[in-house]
């Protein structure tokens, strides 16, 4: 757990200096056949949403628009996180 809480703050440092390299990076995962690479994304992406919500804020209607796939998504693991 201590791990993840780590990893979840090296995130944030991304969202920070640089949101859109970031975004970059996470919003194709959310297209890979992989339910666990999806989650995952998902539960990235609403950390930082959170955490650097003064960065973020700019970036919702993007972000917005990438989550029509998971959204549709019927497996229950991802739909919960989207």
């Known amino acids: 757990m ?9 995130f ?4 920070c200096c640089s949101p859109d ?6 919003l194709p995962k959310l297209d890979s056949s992989h339910e666990r690479t999806r989650v995952g994304t ?4 609403r950390h930082v949403i959170y ?3 003064a ?8 972000i917005l628009s990438s989550m ?3 959204l549709l998504d019927t ?3 991802v739909n919960q996180w989207g």
């Open 2 to 10: 201590n791990n993840q809480k780590e990893v979840l703050r090296c």
């Open 12 to 15: 944030t440092v991304l969202a």
């Open 21 to 26: 390299r970031l975004l970059a990076f996470l």
């Open 42 to 45: 998902l539960q990235v992406l």
């Open 51 to 53: 955490s650097a919500a």
């Open 55 to 62: 960065q973020m804020e700019v970036k919702k209607p993007f």
């Open 68 to 70: 029509r796939l998971p």
């Open 75 to 77: 497996n229950n693991q």
